[in-house]
């Protein structure tokens, strides 16, 4: 399997696109620049199966709609944040002065092994940042979102965020994987369970 990192829009939030061998793909958070993004998918003959939304943010959802509609694939989002992506409110764009919404076909996700055409992987409820994210466990790495960065964590000052759920989710799950598995994370460059473990100034 391939993963492409595409940081986008005005805070660099990562895109990720997974494909494998047969050229299935998946997309994870359409942040922005959604031409950018099918200019990536098609030049490279991919067929993606899905999107994934590790949380409903503005800065990652930037792109969703003209992604979603192009490809003509389902979304799938924590169910804690289904509504969040029509609510500029609750998605946050209106604080930063923008208008982000769409209405694009999407799914509420469940806990636990999930499964596309070509793509099995786990599916962790990894609340604290907002009440909807999810990390996305593959084989040998997990696609954390703004849960847990590169020496960072995510920040728990917006709208229903919560510290105390945030450590739990890094402590509790994510630091239950593999520590040799590495992390996708949000923003910023890619590390490992066991650097942050060990290393993460923010992690008490």
């Not at 769409?102 to 092994?113: A, F, Q, W, Y």
């Not at 999810?134 to 965020?161: E, H, P, Q």
Request: glycine share 8%; charged share 25%; hydrophobic share 35%.
């Amino acid at each position: 399997m391939e993963i492409i990192t595409l940081p986008l829009g005005p805070l660099d939030t990562n895109c990720y696109i997974l494909f494998n061998e047969d050229k299935k793909a998946l997309i994870f958070d359409p942040s922005y620049d959604g031409k950018r993004i099918l200019s990536e998918i098609k030049s490279r003959g991919l067929e993606v199966e899905a999107i994934f939304l590790t949380h409903t943010h503005f800065d990652h959802i930037g792109a969703l709609d003209v992604v979603a509609k192009d490809l003509g694939v389902t979304t799938y989002l924590g169910g804690e944040e289904y509504e969040w992506v029509q609510n500029p409110a609750l998605n946050g764009s209106s604080r930063f002065g923008e208008t982000v919404t769409t209405n694009v076909k999407r799914e509420e996700l469940e806990d636990g092994l999930f499964e596309t055409e070509s793509f099995k992987f786990e599916v962790l409820s990894t609340p604290g940042h907002s009440p909807g994210s999810k990390s996305f466990v593959f084989d040998d790495f997990v696609i954390s979102g703004d849960v847990l960065f590169n020496k960072g964590v995510g920040r728990t000052d917006l709208y229903m965020g919560n510290e105390k759920e945030l450590m739990h989710s890094i402590k509790e799950k994510l630091f239950k994987l593999d520590e040799n598995m590495d992390v996708y994370p949000g923003h910023g460059m890619p590390t490992t369970i066991e650097e942050e473990m060990h290393e993460n100034p923010y992690i008490r």
